[in-house]
């Protein structure tokens, strides 16, 4: 199932949520007819995520802006680029600055981290995985990030797949009836959902390779050693996935164990914002 997020309508809605009846300090101090350029410079390292975003929030404040870009989305950027220019009216482009700057930077923040760790385990076949710890309502903005830093995305949310998880595990009596009552689910809805799986230990992991229905299996909270054991136990039956304590300083030791996938909330919940501002320019 795609994701139904609209674009347009969250900007819209952004735009309201901070405009309301009239951006007022715009109004009282830039005439009508003055006509501007600003650039988006850059004031810190990282990978750059979001110009697209801020073409389009550009061209819906004012469908008459002129927007420039000089660094595309994934590319790396360093104090000091101009990643694009802004010309037009100068009321437009005050009005348009603060939510291009607020999605941009988290972006950029979230693309740079992304692209960080998987530089750490580029040597070894594991990939990066986000996770539904992310902002409620920016949810697209930062499974997008992921994908520009080099990431992957995992479900959208909800609705796209099936984790069965601990809790769920637990609320049916083990792993073995949960897996029975997806069965029946799936056959009753005839919805066609993949299906991951977590395990917190082998017998878990036998468990859910016997009812031959996960594509994936998430090892949660292995260690190396033992991730290292149900991996090889697996033996490319179905994908594998680790989480749970896994941070820059171990990932790669985790990458290394041979598991497919490596999930990180912290790509999308533990992110410093990028510092990127609007600049007017005199022209």
Do not use: W
Not at 84 to 101: K, P, V, W
Not at 137 to 166: P, Q, S, T
Not at 273 to 278: M, V
Request: proline share 2%; glycine share 8%.
């Amino acid at each position: 199932m795609e994701n139904s997020f609209d674009l347009d309508d969250f900007i819209r809605f952004a735009l309201a949520e901070d405009i309301g009846d009239g951006d007022h300090t715009t109004l009282s101090t830039i005439p009508t007819d003055t006509q501007g350029k600003a650039k988006l410079l850059v004031k810190e390292n990282g990978i750059i995520a979001g110009v697209d975003i801020a073409q389009r929030v550009a061209e819906i404040v004012d469908p008459r802006l002129q927007f420039e870009k000089i660094i595309s989305d994934g590319a790396p950027i360093q104090k000091g680029d101009i990643a694009f220019y802004l010309s037009g009216s100068s009321q437009s482009i005050t009005t348009a600055e603060r939510l291009i700057l607020n999605i941009m930077q988290r972006m950029s923040g979230i693309a740079t981290k992304t692209h960080r760790i998987q530089s750490l385990i580029a040597e070894t076949h594991c990939k990066l995985l986000d996770t539904r710890k992310t902002t409620p309502g920016f949810r697209y903005f930062e499974k997008l990030a992921v994908k520009i830093g080099g990431g992957v995305n995992h479900r959208f949310g909800l609705y796209d797949m099936i984790l069965v998880k601990d809790n769920h595990v637990d609320f049916c009596g083990g792993v073995v009836p949960a897996l029975e009552h997806v069965k029946n689910y799936l056959q009753k809805t005839g919805k066609n959902l993949r299906v991951e799986v977590e395990a917190r230990n082998l017998s878990e992991v036998e468990q859910i390779l016997s009812a031959n229905i996960a594509f994936r299996i998430l090892l949660d909270n292995f260690q190396p050693d033992s991730l290292r054991e149900a991996v090889k136990f697996i033996q490319g039956r179905v994908q594998t996935e680790a989480s749970g304590g896994i941070n820059e300083n171990n990932v790669m030791e985790y990458a290394r164990t041979g598991v497919d996938y490596i999930s990180m909330g912290a790509l999308t919940h533990q992110v410093q914002s990028l510092d990127l501002s609007l600049k007017a320019m005199n022209i």
